[in-house]
């Protein structure tokens, strides 16, 4: 190299250290596509507004989104969550439509792009999306602009599921109605199962720590690996149920996803030995704790009845707090002011 | 075809040790001379002015899709070859799993005939298995005889012991490399990424690195059984350390084990994927940061022979999809260059030669090309020009190839390529 070129490259080192561009992101900002999405003032607002929601007058709370126009689109069978959104746009008089797999163009092979633009072509001001894959969301609002609710993608997230989690943990908990980053200082919940498969354990553990909260993780090492402590701060793992009971204030049991075991060496017997919610283990642990489920539960497989249906089990609350909180999130998609494409995002750096 | 003769360049060839200002004259698609400045006298040139620029062997890539026969709306021979000159490359050499997949003499030689519309020279690589199955060979000396300068299955490992021993040894009686996309697909099944915790944070289901240095190491174990010195292995898009070091162990031990490494896996970590983004989805995957800082080490410390883009273009309809779903490749021929430069050179302070000898003169040397990455009077008249202390901003959409899929789309690199001539003949002038 000649010397004044090699000063040159030099001098233009020493100016540039970023050579990764900056890209806009198309996301609607009321999306909610992961908790992380969220702040803290999120939260506060959000779960204010639920409060509000749910005590309001249903005839008054009727003109809120009235005729508006809201499309769930569903890849994956659900019960509670399509229910509890459906009828939570419908409080809020919108107007709602159901895509399912099964009956619809999907079945043709329509993509999700394509699906999305044409839901938003017949008047989709938001659109609600439960998907087998994760990350679909994340797609459905790059391409659409508009604001997607994620009701659960993949092993990814289920925010709303979380929410509602938050709600009913702040209502037995009785912390009161402001929400900081120590309102759960103290409290210690125990995520307990398949956490590898569940896109409820990555969203709770993921909000929960950021008021405060210490997320146990419990599960044997098929369903739970070593890497799930990663996800966030203030998660740890234990592998004793009973040890992580006896620490903890709230417990979550997550279903066995018999459908996803193939292949994972895990015999049934031994998992409920180890790890089955039932009423000896949690009078002897934790006789005082909340106990979670999202469900849908296999009794008798990680929960039993007794425990399913006892004066511990806040089960029925989760499915109540989750219209109010997905009333919530409705609303919020579709009163915003905020213009699109506000967001901006860094590429990732080297 | 006028000779051409380009002078008051820097000119940088690794084969013949040269590194300083030299003028470079190409008669009939032939290097002719190679002389200290305004030395060279000869009627009747085109002169090219190189003045503050670089002249080198072309480059070349001994991995990339292009596409043809099969699948023309992803990329053709054409348009593949066109972003090839664009990235100052000048020989690609055309993996086979096309469709159908270059398995014959007849799909070998259809690959390079003139009506392709090839820019540049384009060696194929033939299947190693009949339709990359892994059951059986393909005609390993006639496939040669039709020009093919190496035998893989790539994408679809060749994961049967048996097989993979016969594969090389036939190789080894054709004077054939065997190439090897290292991945045990017994452990990759569903998965997208790289195992760890942003696959985790995902949801999204990991391959191992063991999935490569795994297959790598067995290779490695075949390739000692089978004792015979012209067997050669060539580890394809090595990405992860464990793999990097089984290849140094195994030369250690003597054995003919060669490496290529993609510019993705030394630029980027697994952190690239952000939220889905399926422009940083391919396989190998991006891997975690530890891997990257290896096989930047690897390039160093000379580990790896040559750098390869393995350039795999999908259409935006493909890509367009869920992460899971979307198809594995990115785009490579016109950001190597510039990728190079700007982290090896720039930042790590590799000289250029040695940039040049990874893209170039290496490459050229492990699928024995004779006559190319070198500027040797005789070599073929393939040559770059560049600029090495430009910047510019790399523009997907100005992409020569039919496909976009690029992570480094609005990167700003250090580097420009501003002709690339192949045998003789002026392919890319940098408007």
């Not at chain 2, 480059?59 to 021979?77: A, C, F, M, W």
């Not at chain 2, 580097?415 to 940098?430: A, C, L, P």
């Amino acid at each position: 190299m000649p010397a004044e070129m090699s000063a040159k490259t030099q001098r233009r080192k020493s100016l540039t250290p970023q050579i990764q561009s900056t890209t806009i992101s198309l996301i609607h900002p009321d999306s909610i596509l992961s908790v992380t999405d969220l702040t803290i003032d999120d939260l506060q607002s959000i779960l204010d507004l639920a409060n509000l929601l749910e005590k309001e007058d249903p005839l008054t709370r009727d003109r809120r989104l009235f005729k508006r126009r809201v499309s769930l689109l569903f890849y994956e069978s659900s019960t509670r969550t399509r229910t509890s959104f459906e009828l939570a746009a419908k409080a809020l008089g919108a107007d709602t439509s159901l895509v399912s797999a099964q009956s619809s163009s999907i079945e043709k092979g329509e993509s999700l792009r394509d699906t999305g633009i044409t839901l938003r072509a017949l008047g989709a001001e938001c659109i609600i999306l439960r998907s087998p894959y994760s990350g679909a969301p994340y797609l459905l609002a790059e391409t659409t602009g508009l604001p997607i609710l994620n009701a659960g993608d993949g092993m990814h997230e289920h925010p709303s599921q979380a929410l509602l989690d938050l709600r009913t943990i702040l209502a037995h908990l009785k912390t009161g109605l402001k929400i900081t980053e120590t309102t759960l200082k103290g409290v210690t919940i125990t995520i307990c199962g398949d956490i590898f498969h569940s896109r409820v354990a990555r969203s709770n553990a993921l909000l929960l720590p950021r008021l405060g909260a210490r997320v146990v993780l419990c599960g044997p090492s098929p369903l739970l690996p070593e890497v799930a402590a990663e996800l966030g701060p203030n998660i740890v793992i234990e592998r004793d149920f009973d040890r992580a009971l006896a620490q903890s204030q709230v417990v979550m049991m997550l279903r066995i996803q018999a459908e996803r075991l193939a292949g994972l060496a895990l015999d049934l017997e031994e998992y409920k030995a180890r790890y089955q919610a039932n009423s000896e283990r949690i009078s002897t642990h934790a006789p005082k704790a909340l106990v979670m489920h999202p469900g849908p539960m296999i009794r008798g497989l990680e929960i039993t009845s007794e425990v399913a249906d006892g004066p511990q089990s806040a089960i029925a609350d989760q499915v109540r707090n989750g219209v109010a909180i997905r009333m919530a999130l409705i609303m919020r998609a579709l009163s915003s002011d905020v213009p699109r494409h506000a967001k901006a995002r860094k590429g990732t750096s080297l | 075809m006028k000779p051409i003769l380009i002078r008051g360049g820097h000119l940088i060839d690794p084969a013949s040790g040269i590194d300083m200002p030299r003028d470079l004259l190409l008669i009939d698609g032939k290097v002719a001379s190679v002389d200290a400045p305004e030395k060279i006298k000869h009627a009747g040139v085109e002169i090219l002015s190189a003045k503050d620029l670089v002249v080198a062997p072309g480059l070349v890539d001994v991995h990339v899709h292009l596409r043809e026969p099969g699948q023309g709306y992803k990329e053709t021979i054409a348009t593949g070859t066109a972003a090839a000159a664009a990235g100052g490359f000048t020989t690609v050499c055309a993996m086979p799993n096309t469709i159908p997949v270059n398995d014959s003499p007849e799909t070998t030689r259809w690959m390079q005939a003139p009506e392709r519309g090839a820019a540049i020279r384009v060696f194929p690589i033939a299947a190693a298995t009949r339709g990359s199955m892994g059951e059986a060979l393909t005609e390993y000396g006639s496939l040669k005889a039709a020009g093919a300068v190496a035998v893989t299955d790539d994408g679809k490992p060749i994961l049967g012991d048996a097989i993979m021993r016969e594969a090389l040894i036939a190789a080894a009686r054709a004077n054939l490399p065997v190439i090897q996309h290292a991945e045990d697909t017994r452990l990759t099944g569903g998965c997208s990424m790289n195992a760890g915790r942003v696959a985790f944070r995902l949801g999204l289901r990991g391959m191992p690195t063991e999935a490569e240095s795994g297959l790598v190491e067995r290779d490695i174990r075949l390739l000692a059984e089978v004792k015979d010195s012209r067997t050669h292995l060539h580890v394809a898009h090595l990405s992860t350390r464990a793999a990097l070091d089984a290849v140094r162990r195994a030369r250690r031990n003597g054995l003919r084990v060669t490496c290529e490494v993609a510019p993705h896996h030394f630029v980027l970590n697994e952190e690239a994927i952000g939220n889905y983004d399926t422009s940083a989805k391919m396989n190998p995957p991006l891997r975690a940061e530890l891997d990257r800082v290896a096989m930047v080490e690897g390039i160093i410390d000379g580990s790896v022979d040559c750098i390869a883009t393995d350039h795999a273009p999908h259409a935006a309809h493909e890509k367009e999809q869920e992460f899971e779903r979307a198809p594995n490749g990115i785009t490579g021929l016109e950001s190597a260059l510039g990728l190079s430069i700007s982290i090896l050179h720039v930042r790590h302070k590799l000289p250029l030669g040695r940039i040049i000898a990874l893209l170039s003169t290496q490459p050229a040397a492990v699928l024995g090309l004779k006559g190319r990455g070198s500027l040797a009077v005789g070599s073929a008249a393939d040559v770059v020009i560049f600029d090495p202390v430009k910047k510019w901003i790399f523009k997907a959409s100005k992409s020569k190839s039919k496909s976009k899929n690029t992570p480094f789309d609005g990167w700003s690199l250090q580097g420009q390529v501003s002709m690339t001539i192949s045998e003789g003949r002026v392919v890319y002038h940098k408007s």
